[in-house]
């Protein structure tokens, strides 16, 4: 089994989707094996989108960012991350194809609901600043 780790954004706990996009996850055959409402700092926000560091968008992606709650997840099943990044859909809304949870949900490019680890590589730096590794 392989594991991926998403989070929910704070416009999806704000608009209250977090039972629908949850619903989703599992009925497209990924397990959710833990999860947890956290509020982000600074450096988590820096550390689940470090490419983003210094764009001229970054200022109001990290105001947004730190604006609410947020919930941190880990799924598992088969190809989990490839799975799940295409029932995220594009980052863009416009993009987005429909049957995705941003093309369902988002409403922009800063609020679209919902992240999810890009690799392997990335799953384990994500997982890193919000879950003690050694549980996963």
Known sequence: M???FGLLKPDCLKRGFEGEVFKM???AGL???TSKRVRLTEDQVAGVWPTCVGEPF???MLEFSLSGDSIVFIVE???AIDRLSDLVGHYDPKIAKKGTIR???ATSLTENIIHSTLNVETFWEEVALFFQV???
């Open 103 to 105: 093309g369902r949900f």
């Open 58 to 60: 970054y200022q109001e």
């Open 2 to 4: 392989d594991r991926s």
């Open 31 to 33: 397990r959710i094996i």
């Open 25 to 27: 996850i599992e009925n």
């Open 77 to 79: 099943g088969d190809n």
């Open 134 to 136: 050694s549980f996963i």
